[in-house]
């Protein structure tokens, strides 16, 4: 065996070594999950919206006031690089630790909610639908691209909000692939980051979001794969019926 390839053979040995003693799926599970909020659309209730839809739908006057009561109990927003150190090597985290994410792309996101938050000095994490940038009522390129260079993280959430679970073939070009190009071109950053539609997943597809290079996923409250935690954390809806007491209990109660 050439000296060369020996070397390069043992640093790759040496590199893979290292990354699995840091990403070890049981360390992670023991430790104390981190709250993760995901909201949709922020918008008063039509009388059209169903009892379903009213979970994913949160009052302008509620979403202020549940951002307002995090900011008032002592919560730091942190993004997914600081989840992810800290899962993976211990890295410490602010004073009761929360995460505030968005999907869908949806406007009321950029025009209500991002502002709201930069009151309290909150950051968030977007999951970007593609399909519907610069629609009516969704996020332009510009704004997304705004929301990026404010400091928020920007991550995928499929080109069209196809069932993860029945990905197969094109589909991971076409629902992972492109999506993912198109956000680093809007943003400048790497796509790092993925959001599950619908919170669905399967563990037979989690090993091509790995291929692809991203760190970690977010579901919603289902419980986490024990073998695959970073692609399956945890989150749960801040719904339109809470008061600011039940939010906090929530939290409590769910991690």
Known sequence: MPKQFSTSFLLFLLTATT?????????????????????????????????????????????????????????HTILPEQLYNYLTTGAALPSKPIMLTFDDTDLDQFTVAAPELKKYGFKAVYFIMTVSIGRPRYMTKEQIKQLADAGNVIASHTWDHHNFKKFQGKDWEIQVDKPTKKLEEITGKPIKYFAFPFGL?????????????????????????????????????????????????????SF
Not at 28 to 36: F, G, N, T
Not at 219 to 235: G, N, S, V, Y
Request: hydrophobic share 40%; charged share 25%; net charge positive.
């Open 19 to 75: 990354f699995a003693q840091t990403i070890n799926p049981a360390a992670i599970m023991s430790k104390k999950q981190v709250p993760i909020l995901c909201y949709h659309q922020i918008r008063d209730w039509k009388p059209k919206d169903s009892k379903t839809a009213k979970d994913y739908i949160i009052p302008v006057a509620s979403f202020k006031a549940h951002i307002k009561a995090l900011s008032d109990s002592g919560y």
């Open 201 to 253: 997943w399967n563990a037979q597809g989690l090993p091509e979001l790995h291929k692809r290079g991203f760190k970690a996923a977010f579901q919603l409250a289902e419980k986490r794969d024990a073998q695959d935690p970073l692609m399956t954390i945890r989150r749960i809806l801040d719904s339109g019926y809470w008061t600011t007491k039940t939010l906090m209990k929530s939290i409590k109660s």
